[in-house]
């Protein structure tokens, strides 16, 4: 075998591993959501047996994985649902609230972290005067998108505490990006309305 037969071997393979690794998450994403979406819109009493199956009532008793909300941005006609948590495998099967933030409706800083190449790809396309619908078990609330920007990871400033309703949607940038993206982007909406409340 010749070095340039041997050489477009392992080029053959690794295009092939490509291919699985990002069909693999692309799955992953799919299957995530839908799980998400089931305990979502059809929730059981929380026993000891079904907690990873439901979205708690109380959004501060969420468990890690949990779905807590459901993410709608209507100009881009996109629907998520959103789990507790920022792990990674709470990140494969949706975009996760980061702990410790303001849960949706609430005075402070709700921050939702997602990837770009799954969940979050469709941020690319989101502009200032976006509205942003979460949607819990305590109503629907309306966030509208004040402005975007691009961050260092070295800038924690979306994380950051508030004295009012915030929402922030982060992701990793470039959304196009072979490899571990450098940068941040961050869409930062401020709460416009409650849409609906539980009677």
Same mark, same amino acid.
């Given at each position: 075998?010749?070095?340039?037969?041997? $050489?477009? /071997?392992?080029?053959?393979? *690794?295009?092939?591993?490509?291919?699985?690794?990002? !069909? =693999?998450?692309?799955?992953?994403? %799919?299957?995530?959501?839908?799980?998400?979406?089931?305990?979502?819109?059809?929730?059981?009493?929380?026993?000891?047996?079904?907690?990873?199956?439901?979205?708690?009532?109380?959004?501060?008793?969420?468990?890690?994985?949990?779905?807590?909300?459901?993410?709608?941005?209507?100009?881009?006609?996109?629907?998520?649902?959103?789990?507790?948590?920022?792990?990674?495998?709470?990140?494969?099967?949706?975009?996760?609230? $980061?702990? /410790?933030?303001?849960?949706? *409706?609430?005075?402070?800083?709700?921050?939702?972290? !997602? =990837?770009?190449?799954?969940?979050? %790809?469709?941020?690319?396309?989101?502009?200032?005067?976006?509205?942003?619908?979460?949607?819990?078990?305590?109503?629907?609330?309306?966030?509208?998108?004040?402005?975007?920007?691009?961050?260092?990871?070295?800038?924690?400033?979306?994380?950051?505490?508030?004295?009012?309703?915030?929402?922030?949607?982060?992701?990793?940038?470039?959304?196009?990006?072979?490899?571990?993206?450098?940068?941040?982007?961050?869409?930062?909406?401020?709460?416009?309305?409650?849409?609906?409340?539980?009677?």
């Amino acid at each position: 075998m010749t070095v340039k037969n041997l $050489l477009s /071997g392992v080029l053959i393979a *690794g295009g092939a591993f490509l291919l699985y690794v990002g !069909g =693999h998450e692309l799955y992953d994403s %799919r299957a995530g959501q839908a799980e998400a979406a089931r305990a979502f819109e059809q929730p059981v009493p929380v026993t000891p047996e079904t907690r990873a199956a439901t979205h708690p009532v109380n959004l501060h008793d969420a468990a890690r994985g949990d779905t807590v909300a459901k993410l709608k941005i209507p100009r881009l006609d996109t629907e998520l649902y959103v789990v507790e948590g920022d792990g990674a495998k709470e990140l494969r099967r949706g975009p996760g609230h $980061l702990a /410790g933030t303001a849960m949706p *409706g609430e005075d402070g800083n709700c921050v939702i972290a !997602g =990837h770009r190449d799954t969940h979050f %790809r469709v941020l690319k396309d989101i502009r200032e005067g976006d509205d942003i619908i979460l949607q819990t078990p305590a109503g629907q609330f309306l966030y509208r998108v004040k402005r975007t920007r691009i961050v260092s990871p070295e800038n924690t400033s979306a994380l950051a505490p508030t004295s009012t309703a915030e929402l922030n949607l982060i992701t990793c940038y470039p959304f196009y990006y072979v490899g571990s993206a450098p940068k941040r982007f961050i869409v930062q909406a401020k709460l416009a309305g409650s849409v609906q409340r539980p009677s």
